[in-house]
Nanobody, 121 residues
Framework: QVQLVESGGGLVQPGGSLRLSCAVSGSIVRIYTMGWYRQAPGNQRELVANITSDGSTNYIDSVTGRFTISRDNAKNTVYLQMNSLKPEDTAVYYC???????????????WGQGTQVTVSS
């Protein structure tokens, strides 16, 4: 069974920082693109940033220059460093990973349980 376990959310004041982590556990052979999504109340879930297995990154415009995504392939972990946080960053943040469990199974997306990030004074 594959699990994605997130940590690092919480309450922070505007201008503050948080670092989210997401660790993949279970029997797998390879993790491809990993990413972070977020969903605010009343909104659809949106991609925040993603990173390929060779380290290429992609960000939505609203977080470019403030957020940094990275990964440690040896630990099967992806991170999201969030700086200069704004109230509009408030949302539940979800980790996503595209995983192949064996060399004969299809590539499938997996999701974490979500972690709340609240930016408020």
């Amino acid at each position: 069974q594959v699990q994605l376990v997130e940590s690092g959310g919480g309450l922070v004041q505007p201008g503050g920082s948080l670092r989210l982590s997401c660790a993949v556990s279970g029997s797998i052979v390879r993790i491809y693109t990993m990413g972070w999504y977020r969903q605010a109340p009343g909104n659809q879930r949106e991609l925040v940033a993603n990173i390929t297995s060779d380290g290429s990154t992609n960000y939505i415009d609203s977080v470019t220059g403030r957020f940094t995504i990275s990964r440690d392939n040896a630990k099967n972990t992806v991170y999201l460093q969030m700086n200069s946080l704004k109230p509009e960053d408030t949302a539940v943040y979800y980790c996503n990973a595209n995983i192949r469990r064996t060399w004969v199974t299809v590539l499938s997306p997996y999701w974490g349980q979500g972690t709340q990030v609240t930016v408020s004074s």
